[in-house]
């Protein structure tokens, strides 16, 4: 005895198997992140508004890398429209766009983190805080190191506004060239890149868009392989392609979703 | 004469599989969902004894703090080094042994053995399917257990050893102690409930879409839909642990503070974090698994008795709608339980309210489903064999289990039982007698559908006997230790504060333990040096019987009626010689007019075989 | 869900509608953050907008609009525990008696 139904619906139930397992398994996902979404809502309203960082992140490259998402979403239906419509070629050249979309979106996502590790927040022991950059750009400093290097000053660049000034004036576009400051290593408090460690914001801010970031990755390579050597399954059983490429869609779609949201609150509002 | 008396290969199942599979494809990587559930089972019980074996070292230290454990101590000073110095165990050995017992156990040894063993084996056997719906995926599922296992294992050898902080790792707790025990449970656990997640997609999927032809909802054996809510249990319930974990481990790691609280102290100085976290939201987001956990244990242990009762009462289960209502109450009701067990933790009236009332729905369709079994005895002529009188044990035992636990579920007397051994007592009650028992009868029951053979049925009597007198000398003194005021995760056993006793005014304000309940401490310890022995010749009945155990005559030698017993024995790869259909209910025991006592589910209505 | 080919190219032009409309969405989100309307109502508008995004790659991308009913069931489950989830620790965080200092 075969398994039945991996390529045609069940009579009763109207589906194939492989999405009930896929919509079973997108309803744990939904599990997951409502978890991790209950999380950002209860650190966020326990946070003073000044210690959460708001403006830090580029608004023009988070909008670009959202409509990278969406635009591979649609080529991702488009896709298993075409296996649908018996156009094998066209459902290839729609399955490479959105594995290169994938690609983009990961690849602009890394250099937003590259960007978080080099910008730094210093609080002093007077009790104000600035947030700039270190000389030489380093990534990951903080203060022990700093001190075990045995320096006694640090030169920092400092932004024109601290988060804690609001919304809108960090709104303002920072035009104009800052001059390097230095800071004694006896006047800081604590040092710390834009890094999980730094505050609760950035804590839920990598934790959810790295956890997404690990879902495009996952989807990419299904896609990939769908792409590549599943596609060959065209010429011996095209019903279950089809349904594979539903189904890996389904995934993708969702991993959208999620992206849906997680934009504006981490990075608008 | 029945026509399923014939243990020959029925011919045609070979024909399908022309390919002889090597070793490792056929044992070690098979996607046989028998296979697999075999190997889950053999894995869960050397976890289960594992984490047994944890638990009678705890025993001896808590019934002679600071003596050096006899017979293995030596190994343990030689394995684990300066924390079993001299053989004795050290409160850090201790704590980390009361957390990987209470985590084995839970999530190596139960859940597996109830969920991936006899779900995996039964489930596909009972609906009628050639396998599950996910052959690979069920691979991948337990593969991602033993790698978990293997972690956790790992984690005892490790430098500072295996975590420390109770198997339920409160934060900050959990993070704060400087050891990477922590680090190796989490990441244990998420390969644990990734294993489960796979687990239960495929399950679930193979309930809804491999049902055979005419096996609709309500002719289900009870025991699919144990597995069936079970299996959503797991699916919902697992993923906030998961984000849980995985924040914990981000803490741990990467220095962030989701569940540290801003002015945290450890060890009298500041702690070098951001601050701004909740340690309530962990255990928010552990016990929102937690509770239904409970329930992942305990419901595929009632699906094991059920079917082991209606076999053995040779008449219909009592209240079949009723049992499958209740299970589906049980599921859903124990997603909006779970902060029960954080009443002391400053929670307001108004959540707390909402939550005892939650919690006392929810104890209505747990004693519907006992009273349906109670009352499928009444008038039954009942076969005492060995799977029958661990399931008759299950009864009373579970009932004290379940009983116990209402005290726990209103604040106002959890207030005084919290985390005392009263709490220990009543869990165990509803888990070691319960659901292993449970889990044994399970065990006798299919065992010889699995190899052919019987297991001995005088040892099975020993088993059984000696389990159930020694379980209740180990739980019962427990009860009246918790009431007593002993509290729970003592390395001494309490022997520090049996003494204390604070007065003010002429009253006693704390009493002290008293010596009568610092005794008791030895009568448990002799209790699980038994309850160990009298494992031994069900250890031995397994092994032996599976070469040496009385040939079963019949494919169905229980004379059953659900599909598993139509198949031949052992079920050859694809299962069923000719797809089973199925005419009837999975209880038609003692038909009026009918000339056996039993009609099995795939038999049509006029009588005739189908196969 | 239909498998006949004319359907399929209806559906297309319906893709390339909901896709266009995600697109004028995020930049409505967008603009919507720079206009000030005091912090709550900011929130209430990303979300209403990120709602109604999502609502329509779920519809129209994973088909939901024409689904069977088994999935309907296990996701109306899965959103009231989630609801459950959500709510309920927070109701637990909100029902917190007040605390006393007492020294």
New interface residues.
């Given amino acids: 005895?075969?398994?039945?139904?991996t390529s045609q619906p069940?009579p009763d139930?109207?589906?194939?198997?492989?999405?009930?397992?896929i919509?079973?398994?997108l309803?744990?996902?939904?599990?997951?992140?409502?978890?991790?979404?209950?999380?950002y809502?209860?650190?966020r309203?326990?946070?003073r508004p000044e210690?959460w960082p708001t403006g830090l992140l580029n608004?023009p490259i988070g909008?670009f890398n959202?409509?990278v998402l969406?635009?591979s979403?649609?080529t991702v239906?488009?896709a298993w429209?075409s296996l649908?419509?018996?156009q094998f070629n066209r459902f290839k050249l729609f399955q490479a766009i959105t594995v290169l979309c994938a690609l983009t979106f990961l690849g602009i996502k890394s250099f937003e983190y590259r960007d978080k590790f080099t910008h730094y927040e210093v609080w002093k022991t007077d009790g104000t805080r600035i947030t700039g950059h270190l000389e030489g750009k380093p990534m990951f400093m903080t203060l022990e190191k700093v001190k075990a290097a045995g320096k006694e000053s640090i030169l920092f660049t400092p932004d024109l506004h601290h988060y804690s000034e609001g919304k809108?004036a960090m709104?303002e576009r920072d035009h104009g060239d800052h001059k390097a400051v230095e800071i004694p290593v006896a006047q800081i408090k604590r040092l710390?890149a834009f890094?999980?460690?730094?505050?609760?914001y950035f804590?839920?801010y990598?934790?959810l868009t790295g956890?997404h970031a690990l879902h495009v990755l996952g989807g990419a390579v299904v896609m990939a392989y769908l792409f590549g050597p599943g596609a060959k399954m065209w010429f011996t059983d095209p019903d279950r392609l089809t349904n594979r490429v539903e189904v890996s869609?389904?995934f993708w779609?969702?991993v959208?979703?999620v992206w849906?949201?997680l934009?504006?609150?981490l990075y608008?509002? | 004469m029945q026509a399923t008396t014939h243990t020959m290969p029925h011919a045609g199942v070979h024909e399908a599989h022309h390919e002889e599979q090597g070793f490792w494809r056929k044992y070690i990587f098979s996607t046989d969902h028998k296979v697999i559930g075999i190997q889950y089972g053999l894995t869960a019980l050397v976890f289960l004894l594992f984490g047994f074996f944890l638990m009678m070292m705890m025993r001896w230290q808590i019934a002679h703090p600071g003596q050096p454990i006899p017979l293995v101590g030596w190994l343990l000073e030689r394995v684990l080094g300066d924390v079993a110095a001299k053989g004795v165990m050290s409160p850090d050995l201790y704590n980390s042994f009361g957390a990987m017992h209470g985590t084995i156990m839970v999530f190596l040894a139960i859940v597996p053995l109830a969920f991936g063993a006899f779900g995996n084996y039964v489930v596909p056997l009972q609906i009628g399917a050639p396998d599950m719906a996910f052959p690979r995926v069920n691979m991948a599922s337990y593969q991602a257990y033993v790698l978990g296992g293997i972690i956790m294992f790992v984690s005892f050898f490790i430098p500072g050893g295996a975590a420390q902080a109770g198997w339920t790792s409160y934060s900050p707790l959990a993070t704060s102690i400087p050891t990477d025990g922590q680090t190796f449970w989490l990441v244990g656990m998420i390969f644990l409930i990734t294993s489960s997640l796979l687990g239960a997609v495929n399950f679930i999927a193979t309930i809804i879409q491999l049902r055979a032809p005419g096996m609709t909802w309500m002719r289900l054996p009870f025991f699919v839909w144990a597995q069936f809510v079970t299996g959503f249990l797991l699916l919902l319930a697992f993923p906030p642990l998961e984000a849980a974990g995985i924040m914990q481990l981000m803490d741990k790691v990467a220095g962030t503070s989701f569940f540290l609280p801003t002015g945290l102290a450890v060890g009298g100085e500041l702690a070098n974090i951001s601050g701004g976290g909740s340690p309530l939201l962990w255990q928010h987001l552990f016990w929102f698994l937690g509770h239904p956990e409970v329930y992942v244990l305990i419901l595929p242990a009632m699906g094991i008795v059920c079917e082991v009762i209606a076999n053995n009462t040779r008449k219909p289960i009592w209240g079949y709608k009723s049992l499958v209502y209740s299970a589906l109450c049980i599921g859903f009701l124990s997603f909006i339980v779970w902060a029960h067990h954080m009443y002391l933790t400053g929670m307001g009236t108004k959540v707390a309210t909402f939550f005892q009332t939650t919690t006392m729905i929810i104890s209505i369709p747990s004693v519907i489903i006992l009273t349906c079994f109670f009352i499928s005895l009444w008038g039954g002529s009942i076969r005492f064999n060995t799977p029958m009188l661990f399931c008759l044990a299950f009864l009373p035992m579970f009932g004290i289990g379940g009983l116990t636990g209402l005290p726990l579920g209103f604040a106002a007397s959890d207030l005084h039982l919290h985390d005392t051994y009263y709490v220990i007592a009543h869990f165990h009650y509803v888990v070691a007698p319960g659901t292993i028992f449970a889990l044994f009868a399970g065990i006798y029951y299919w065992f010889p559908k699995m190899t052919g053979r019987m297991m001995n049925e005088f040892w099975g009597r020993v088993h059984f006997w000696g389990s159930l007198i020694f379980m209740n000398v180990v739980f019962q003194p427990m009860f009246a230790q918790g009431m007593s005021g002993m509290i729970r995760r003592m390395a001494d056993g309490g022997a520090n504060y049996a003494t204390a006793t604070l007065q003010k005014q002429g009253v006693e304000v704390i009493g002290g333990l008293s010596d009568k309940m610092m005794n008791l401490h030895t009568m448990i310890l002799w209790g699980a040096v038994f309850l160990a022995l009298v494992q031994i010749p069900f250890i031995i009945n397994v092994f032996w019987s599976i070469k040496h155990g009385k040939k079963v005559t019949s494919d169905n030698p229980w004379n059953a009626t659900t599909l598993e017993w139509q198949t031949p024995t052992p079920p050859p790869h694809g299962n069923f010689a000719h797809a089973p259909t199925v005419h009837r209910g999975p209880y038609e025991y003692s038909v009026p007019g009918h000339s056996s006592d039993f009609i099995p589910q795939n038999e049509t209505d006029k009588g005739s075989r189908q196969h | 869900m239909s498998d006949h080919t004319d359907d399929i190219s209806k559906h297309v032009r319906g893709y390339m509608i909901v896709g266009g409309t995600l697109l004028i969405g995020t930049i409505l989100t967008v603009l919507a953050s720079y206009v000030d309307l005091g912090h709550e109502w900011n929130i209430v508008l990303a979300l209403i907008i990120a709602t109604a995004k999502a609502s329509l790659v779920a519809l129209f991308f994973m088909h939901l609009i024409s689904e069977r009913q088994m999935i309907y069931v296990v996701l109306a489950f899965t959103a009231f525990f989630l609801v459950g989830l959500m709510f309920l620790t927070i109701g637990a965080y909100a029902d917190f008696p007040p605390l006393t200092t007492t020294r």
Wanted: charged letters at 10%; aromatic letters at 12%.
């Fill in positions: 005895m075969d398994i039945p139904y069940r139930t109207g589906i194939y198997n492989a999405k009930v397992g919509w079973l398994f309803a744990s996902e939904v599990m997951l992140f409502g978890a991790l979404f209950s999380t809502i209860l650190l309203v326990g946070a210690d608004v909008t959202t409509a969406i635009a979403s649609v239906v488009m429209a649908k419509m018996k809108k709104h710390s890094v999980p460690a730094h505050s609760t804590a839920i990598f934790t956890l869609g389904l779609h969702f959208d979703l849906i949201f934009f504006p609150i608008l509002l």
